[in-house]
């Protein structure tokens, strides 16, 4: 065996020790630390001919690297929705790489039926029927990506088509509001096309579909279709009214599918679940754990009332596997044959601190956010660009003529400031800011200091920018 993996099999403990010691050196900092940063390119070394050790790469990393690692798990990370992850989830994540189990094997390991739970505690947490299909897939955008794979076998079949076996040979249309860039992604790894997207009208000064605009298209166009609901759009967590979406399906031939990646923990309070209200009208659902579940990245979910289509579009056919009518297992399933444990960190954290945990961080960040849109509407500096729902706050700069560059060299001012993140973006033609408040840590005063931050670069960029 080789030497180096003699050596580091037999001080393991010790490795481990150090691991753990850089790790708890990172959380001690979390509140100091730069949520985002900017690092340049490093110089690509060669690889080692004999390797160093685990013990010698890991001291390598902690000096050169590890002080570069921008803290996006901190409580002052407001930009993409990212929470942060529990203790809890922390705990489940190690023990997934110790573990190293492929968690497609039905009775082989634990670790599926442990997603099995891991999905039932969830769609309890959602308020999801107990009729809905699931499993853990890498993110949002696999997660669209799966649920669209079956709603394009539905459309096939409505025309005869097993597009699973055939191929895709008929033109679809895809209907949304405001669609989040995943789907339009997903569509075109499908090979239904982005130009299949159908951008119906929102209603006035929001981001919702317009019901009536929606009716109208399904009147003019009767072929089968997709219908994508969006339950917390991106930029200021506007929902469509699933409920009435789902009611027309008793009119009209589609699929629904919701896209619910952050806006589905509503579900979590009274306060805003109902947002919610329609949802299980939906053929199938994203959610996303590494968002506001608050584990670490790599968890989404997906669910659909269609098993049958999912196992259609994904079964895996191989002597050695069995037939895929017969089994339980999740590579007939999912994209993926071969599948990280990554239920685990979201079964930990939930079994943790369940439903009460994740009312107060939801409520919490929801708290948070409407008083940080109230700091933002109460200065000269900024103008904010809509109403604050949940935990999205879409903002400006109070200032005309603003461009796209404005805005990124204002944040790339906040960002070398080293205390907040935010990113951009644009809403309804407007360059803006968006803040996103989903970390389990994030209070009151971490927008306190956002707030002071952002101030004092306005200022100090003497605008006009």
Known sequence: MNFHLVQDRKNLSDLLSQVKQLAEGYFEQQKEMAPGRFVEDIELKNLHETGIGAQLTLEYFAKNFSDQIANSAGPRYFGFVTGGSTPAAIAGDWLVSTYDQNACGGNDTIAPQIERQTIHFIKQLFGLDESFFGSFVTGATISNFTGLALA?????????????????????????GTSHSSITKSLSMLGIGRKAIVKIDTLPEREAVDIYALENFLKRHPDPCIIVGNAGTVNTADFDDLEAIGKLKSSYNFWFHVDAAFGGFAAC????????????????????????????????????????????????SAAYLGDPQKSPDYFHYTPENSRRFRALPS??????????????????????????????????????????NMNIVCFTLNQPHLSDSDIRNFLNAVRDDGRVFFTPTVYKGTPAIRAAISNWMTERSDVDVAHEVITMVYKSLKVPI
């Open 152 to 176: 394009r076998q539905w459309v096939g079949e409505q025309h005869g088509i097993n597009v699973s076996d055939e191929g895709l040979s008929i033109p679809l249309k895809v209907l949304s």
């Open 269 to 316: 309070s009274e306060k805003y679940k109902h947002y919610l209200n329609g949802i299980n009208h939906a053929d199938s659902v994203t959610i996303d754990a590494h968002k506001w579940l608050n584990v670490p990245y790599d968890a989404a979910m997906q669910f659909t009332k269609h098993k049958d289509l999912q196992l259609k579009v994904f079964q895996n």
């Open 347 to 388: 079964w930990f954290t939930l079994m943790a601190y369940g439903k009460e945990g994740y009312k107060e961080i939801v409520e919490r960040n929801c708290d948070v956010a409407y008083y940080f849109g109230q700091l933002v509407q109460g200065s000269a500096d900024f103008k904010l660009l809509a109403p604050v």
